[in-house]
């Protein structure tokens, strides 16, 4: 149990939070691409996120941008180029990750559910 009411109340309120950005569709998969890989153009993303449209990773790097997971940089061109990394609250998703990673590997069978674009 929570011990008080208060306990509970704000483990819901951060958990909402998390999982109101991070459980969208996409959004967990493209910060794990920038959390394995590092900084990486659109297009690169577009390639790496099999199955997820062009407007979708736009308005899903908006949105994560506007939660200070993301960076956005312009590269001035010619050609001009949009590159994305992860900002330190980004990053800092990395051991949490990483554990979804290990609790799926041992409790979530392959089989019970496929990612988004997956054979």
């Keep these: 149990m929570c011990g008080t009411p208060q306990a509970c109340t704000g483990a819901e309120v951060a958990l909402t939070r998390v999982f109101t950005l ?3 569709r996409w959004t967990g998969l493209i910060v794990a691409v920038l959390t394995n890989n590092g900084p990486a153009y659109f297009s690169e993303l577009r390639r790496t996120v099999p199955g997820i449209s062009e407007r979708m990773l736009s308005d899903r790097l908006t ?3 506007d939660a200070g997971l993301v960076l956005r940089e312009v590269d001035e061109g010619p050609p001009l180029r949009v590159s994305y990394r992860l900002t330190e ?8 990750l990483t554990e979804l990673a290990v609790w799926a590997d041992r409790h979530l069978p392959a089989s ?3 990612p988004p674009g997956s054979c």
């Design 89 to 96: 609250a980004g990053a800092a998703l990395r051991p949490a």
């Design 22 to 24: 991070l459980g969208k």
């Design 112 to 114: 019970a559910l496929r």
């Design 63 to 65: 949105e994560l941008a």
